[in-house]
């Protein structure tokens, strides 16, 4: 399916590109409250928008290499200074600023991931208890952890 002008899906891509920064709001305020449950309902919604954008950028590559530009996000500037108009470039301009803001969006979930992460190993690590492997989960019943490592004993000989 051709597209006879590159600015044909940009509205479309916007309106992708916005439904996924709300779904990343929201994947940030889950990771805030460490919900994983919450955040494993988001994750389908989240890829099948993904899915759609790609799929009207490929419309919009398609359609910049037919008018014998850069088939890409190179080429839209381009083709905006000398097929475009000042749709076009309001569009174009309006879906750069939203990418921008799921890139910042992307890079503190992130961050707030690795944070969980972090938090998430800590935890492990003292449920494990201090005193490196083999030690972690063995209690005695006063509920202390039991030493299991090897024994000292002595031959005395």
């Known amino acids: 399916m051709a597209i006879a002008s590159p600015s044909a899906t940009l509205r479309d891509e916007q309106q ?5 920064v709300e779904v990343m709001k929201q994947e940030q305020q889950l990771l805030v409250s460490a ?9 389908p919604e989240k890829l099948k928008l993904a899915q759609q954008l790609g799929a009207c950028s490929l419309l919009r590559h398609k359609a ?21 108009n000042g ?9 750069l600023d939203l990418t921008r803001q799921a890139k910042e969006l992307n890079r ?8 969980q992460l972090a938090n998430t190993t800590g935890v492990l690590n003292a449920l494990r208890g201090s005193s490196g492997a083999g030690t972690g989960g063995v209690y005695g019943a006063s509920g202390q952890t ?10 005395v000989g």
Not at 108 to 115: H, Q, R
């Open 87 to 95: 749709s076009a470039r309001a569009d174009w301009d309006r879906l």
């Open 35 to 43: 919900d994983a449950d919450g955040l494993a309902t988001l994750t």
């Open 64 to 84: 910049l290499a037919a008018a014998g530009f850069a088939a890409g996000e190179a080429g839209m500037e381009p083709w905006l200074a000398v097929g475009g």
């Open 146 to 155: 039991l030493a299991t490592g090897p024994s000292r004993r002595f031959v």
């Open 108 to 115: 503190v979930n992130g961050m707030l991931l690795n944070k």
């Open 16 to 20: 992708l590109i916005a439904s996924i």
